[in-house]
Nanobody, 115 residues
Framework: QVQLVESGGGLVQAGGSLRLSCSASRNIISLAAMGWYRQAPGKQRELVAVISTGGSTNYADSVKGRFTISRVYAKNTVYLLMNSLKPEDTGVYYC?????????WGQGTQVTVSS
């Protein structure tokens, strides 16, 4: 079993920045694909960014050039740096760990971008 804990959400004005963190309870992130998802009110959860075990990254078109996913093995932590935030980035952001056909999720952290 793996527990994921997100932090770093909050209220920010449009154009601002936030950095989300996701810490895993076990030394496992080097073995797993890690991703960030978000869910806006009344919408389905969507993929924001993902980093593979090999370090390759993919982003939703809506965040390319503004968001960066990264990880620090020594801290068992994955980050999402979000720049040039827009009101449409508002939502609950969830960390995901995918390992051996199993998915683990954090509890989510709220990001609100005001216009």
């Amino acid at each position: 079993q793996v527990q994921l804990v997100e932090s770093g959400g909050g209220l920010v004005q449009a154009g601002g920045s936030l950095r989300l963190s996701c810490s895993a309870s076990r030394n496992i992130i080097s073995l797993a694909a890690m991703g960030w998802y978000r869910q806006a009110p009344g919408k389905q959860r969507e993929l924001v960014a993902v980093i593979s075990t090999g370090g390759s990254t993919n982003y939703a078109d809506s965040v390319k050039g503004r968001f960066t996913i990264s990880r620090v093995y020594a801290k068992n932590t994955v980050y999402l740096l979000m720049n040039s935030l827009k009101p449409e980035d508002t939502g609950v952001y969830y960390c995901n760990l995918h390992l051996a056909s199993s998915d683990y999720w954090g509890q989510g952290t709220q990001v609100t971008v005001s216009s």
